[in-house]
């Protein structure tokens, strides 16, 4: 079978960093390291730790080529982490060895969406961790700032301090902002509320796309084994259902006129799969007809499919025939990630169903056009983020 890694330059538009631990301790004095996030090693394992709150433990999210199940066997110390999932050399050299040109970057401890910093408290330390992880990102992708492409983590809670760290960002070489996919969440108004039509506009200005990555909202809660069925199982079925999310944040941008109103702006959707897209385009352009859409705002002059089409994007790393469905019907929209190195990544380990990416996806494209594939692989992805 051919591989498709080698015909290909490939952008890799989802995966996290597994930060390392002095990723804020470094930017502040001795004397508030303990307010910060710091690593603290208790019982062995070691647990990121904030003026005495657990923010949990980087071994979690650090799972990719583990020869074990979370929660029941993760890497306990960053001794028996993977170098590439904290080091920057050690990731390009990762990188080189499977194939992936770039690699676009997502936090872990502030959240997929950045709302976990709002568990420190004191807004100005909030903010200035923020601003800490920005600069620390800053400083690991400069090892290849044309393969480690940096997302800025937005503090979606202060209109004007997210508008100010988004410029600051931009300067610095950020090359698109993470947004939190589900701000009511965290008790800020609904996505598709003009409350938030200051960063579409400086984003769309800017050129620069807005990325929701799952998980940005109650996600913490909804991983609570209320029903009693197991922690894997739940898990499972929270890590399958959370594309829901996903699908309610596309819905937000077309039908709250976002994408009518920003015509220019590009928005990713982010660890979601693609298998539901087809389906839910096609649901939305029949409720949009059927529902008075046009009679309540006749300005709104495209389908939902065609906003989509014009403007949004999806990521996919492990379906197949669905993937290749979403492929066939939007072959600009669909681009491919791993999620590495997260528990559901597309990456081997003796107890996962994972493969190398490189296999998965030659599998994949098998049968799909190259000039499509070569799309998906690297040209719509190297478009949006700025990559010659």
């Not at 982490?81 to 990188?95: S, V």
């Not at 970057?105 to 601003?131: I, S, T």
């Not at 492409?149 to 209109?159: C, M, R, V, Y």
């Not at 897209?277 to 046009?294: C, H, K, M, S």
């Amino acid at each position: 079978m051919t591989d498709l890694f080698d015909q290909y330059r490939v952008i890799d538009v989802d995966t996290h960093l597994t930060e390392p631990p002095d990723t804020w301790t470094r930017s502040f004095p001795a004397s508030r390291h303990d307010v910060v996030p710091h690593v603290e090693r208790i019982d062995g394992v070691d647990v990121w730790m904030a003026d005495g709150e657990r923010l949990g433990a980087p071994g979690y999210y650090s799972m990719a080529g583990w020869d074990g199940i979370m929660p029941l066997s993760t890497p306990r110390t960053f001794e028996e982490i993977a170098p590439a999932m904290f080091d920057p050399h050690a990731r390009l050299a990762f990188m080189d060895a499977e194939g992936i040109d770039a690699q676009v970057l997502y936090p872990n401890v502030g959240g997929f969406g950045n709302g976990y910093f709002l568990r420190l408290g004191d807004r100005e330390l909030v903010a200035q961790c923020v601003r800490a992880y920005n600069d620390f990102l800053t400083d690991w992708c400069s090892a290849d700032p044309n393969r480690l492409l940096a997302i800025t983590a937005l503090p979606f809670w202060d209109l004007d301090l997210a508008i100010d760290e988004m410029e600051r960002c931009i300067d610095l070489g950020h090359r698109a902002i993470n947004f939190c996919n589900q701000p009511a969440d965290h008790g800020q108004p609904p996505l598709a509320h003009r409350h938030w039509d200051p960063i579409w506009a400086r984003a769309q200005e800017a050129g620069i796309p807005v990325n929701f990555h799952v998980g940005g909202g109650s996600m913490g809660t909804q991983f609570t084994d209320v029903a009693e069925m197991g922690w894997m199982t739940n898990f499972a079925r929270v890590s399958s259902l959370i594309f829901l999310d996903n699908m309610r944040s596309v819905a937000e941008l077309i039908f709250g006129g976002i994408c009518h109103r920003f015509p220019d702006l590009r928005f990713v959707s982010v660890e979601s799969g693609v298998g539901w897209i087809p389906g839910a385009l096609e649901t939305f352009d029949w409720q949009w007809l059927n529902g008075g859409v046009r009679d309540e705002h006749p300005e709104y002059d495209l389908l939902p499919s065609e906003y989509f089409e014009r403007q949004i994007y999806g990521c996919f790393w492990f379906e197949e025939q669905v993937a290749r469905n979403a492929i066939e019907r939007f072959p600009n929209n669909i681009l491919f990630e791993t999620d590495y190195p997260h528990p559901t990544c597309q990456h081997p380990g003796p107890r996962t169903a994972a493969q190398r990416p490189r296999e998965y996806a030659s599998r994949v494209f098998a049968e799909i056009d190259p000039e499509i594939t070569q799309n998906v692989l690297w040209r719509t992805a190297a478009s949006l983020y700025g990559i010659a």
